[in-house]
């Protein structure tokens, strides 16, 4: 039975591709070294639509409309600019409500694109273009430590890593954080109240990496202007000894924390990375691995969850579960010595 596999990798190659939303301008070449906050490729993007209908403002049949309409699409047009005037004693006119580009023309309609802005997409890790997506964006590749999490916020920032968890279990508050930490990426255990990411934004840091944060949180997280990455999940959850162990021992290095959106059809998952001097490329990551005794799995179901152990066997047939459920299960050695027999779903591959 193939297995999910969680990165948390001390060193490894790394490739990442950094794509637009939408069409624009890729601003860099193959083989360039980029860091983590070059602009890689940029856009227009308009957050608005309008649309006008001229033939009803004009009282007039679509057709005569069209007739009528002074611009053709891609016009790019002014704020109260003239689309339309009807013809007579007492002339009706139709004008742009702001700024904007004319996308369509026709059947007495024209659509407008508004509220334009410029997009700038950031290479986000320090590494080399090995290839280029035209009017998208680029592939980076780089080596380092990796380390995948269950959560993020959508943001992307690197600065340098600094741990103030004294221990897996820590409680990060707003206590903690003074001026000495802004502009930090910081590693702090879990959060419980908004006062302490109020207190990260008013500092400002760079990053969050956590180990869990409260579910009622999630919303407010969400509209951090800074990246945050949770690595184990919702609740009093500790950081798993794996993440915790190479994140703090990385303490002091830049690290990139790009708390990409969990998709699992896409594969996408919120990650750090650490990048780390190389002579020779490192093996490339392994996307999805095989069930098989000795593998090191991380529990995802309660009432281990978090816990990190090795397969010491994979139980033949189907296994009755506690719960009266029959499943394909195998027996964990859990790395406080005790041993657990868990469903294969409930397991991911650490590595």
Known sequence: MQA?????????SIVRERLLPVSGTVLVRLNQKVSPV????????????VLLDVARTLRVHPNVAD???????????????????SKGLFPRSVRAPREGRVVAVGGGQVLMEVGETKIELRAGIPG????????????????????QGVWGNG?????LLVNIAE??????????????LRGSILLAGMVKDEETLQAAADLPVRGLIL???????IQLAREMRFPIMVTDGFGPLPMNSAAYKLLSTNAKREVTVNAEVYDRYSGARPEAIIPLPISANPPALREVETFAVGLQVRLRRPPSLGMIGSIVAIKPGMTILPSGL??????????????????????????
């Open 67 to 85: 007739r009528l309409v002074k611009c053709k699409v891609d016009d790019r047009l002014p704020a109260s600019a003239e689309i339309a005037v």
């Open 128 to 147: 080399t273009i090995v290839e280029i997506i035209a009017n998208r964006g680029a592939v980076i590749q780089t080596a380092g430590s990796l380390i």
């Open 155 to 159: 943001r992307i920032d690197s600065g």
């Open 326 to 351: 029959r499943a394909s299960a195998a027996e964990i050695k859990l790395e406080n010595g005790e041993t657990v027999v868990a469903p294969l779903v409930n397991l991911e591959v650490v590595g």
């Open 167 to 180: 221990s897996a279990d820590g409680i990060l508050t707003a206590g903690r954080l003074d001026v000495s």
């Open 38 to 49: 070059d602009v890689i490729a940029e856009t227009n993007w308009a957050r608005e639509h």
């Open 211 to 217: 180990s869990s944060i409260y579910p009622s949180l």
């Open 4 to 12: 999910p596999v969680n990165h948390i990798i001390g060193l490894t």
